[in-house]
C-alpha cells in the first residue's frame, strides 16, 4: 500500500512541478539530474531524448515508490484524513532533508541547499511536503478499505 501511494503522490508532484515548469519556477528536477549524472559516469550508454525521458521517469517513479514503502513501515497508526496528511508531509520533508542533504551532494548530482544563493532551494522543500501529503491521503484511503 504504501507503493501504491507513493506511486500515486509521485503523480501528484508531477502535475505541481509541471505547473512550476510552465510559469519558469523549475526548469530541471533532481530525477533529470540523476540522469544526467549516471550519463557523465559512463554507467548508461548514449540515450535517445526518448530513452532519457523514460528512464527520468523511471527513476521518479520508482524512488516515489521506494520512498513510499518507506514511509509505510514507518506509518503504523492511523488517523483522519487531516492527521495522514500532516504526518505524510512531515515525511515527505525528512524524505527531502535525506536525499538533498545526502546522497545527492555526495554523489555530485546536486549541490547541497545551504550552499545554493536562491530562493528556488525551497522548492524541492515544497514539492516533498505536498510528495507526502498526497501519500498520506492516499495511503489513509487504501488502508480504509482494506480494513
Given at each position: 500500500m504504501g507503493a501504491i501511494g507513493g506511486l500515486g503522490a509521485t503523480l501528484v508532484l508531477s502535475g505541481l512541478r509541471e505547473a512550476w515548469s510552465k510559469i519558469g519556477l523549475v526548469f530541471e528536477t533532481?530525477?533529470?539530474q540523476v540522469v544526467d549524472r549516471v550519463e557523465e559516469l559512463g554507467l548508461v550508454?548514449?540515450?535517445s531524448p526518448r530513452g532519457r525521458r523514460l528512464l527520468t521517469a523511471f527513476a521518479h517513479f520508482a524512488y516515489g515508490a521506494g520512498?513510499?514503502?518507506?514511509?509505510?513501515?514507518l506509518r503504523r497508526e492511523r488517523g483522519g484524513t487531516g492527521e495522514e496528511a500532516s504526518v505524510g508531509s512531515a515525511?515527505?520533508?525528512l524524505a527531502w532533508g535525506v536525499g538533498w542533504a545526502s546522497w545527492l551532494p555526495l554523489t555530485g548530482v546536486h549541490r547541497a541547499p545551504w550552499?545554493?544563493?536562491t530562493?528556488?532551494?525551497l522548492l524541492p522543500v515544497i514539492d516533498h511536503a505536498v510528495f507526502g501529503a498526497a501519500w498520506g491521503l492516499l495511503y489513509w484511503a487504501l488502508r480504509g478499505r482494506r480494513a
Open positions: 533532481a530525477p533529470m550508454g548514449d540515450l520512498t513510499g514503502t518507506a514511509f509505510g513501515l515525511l515527505g520533508v550552499t545554493q544563493k530562493p528556488k532551494v
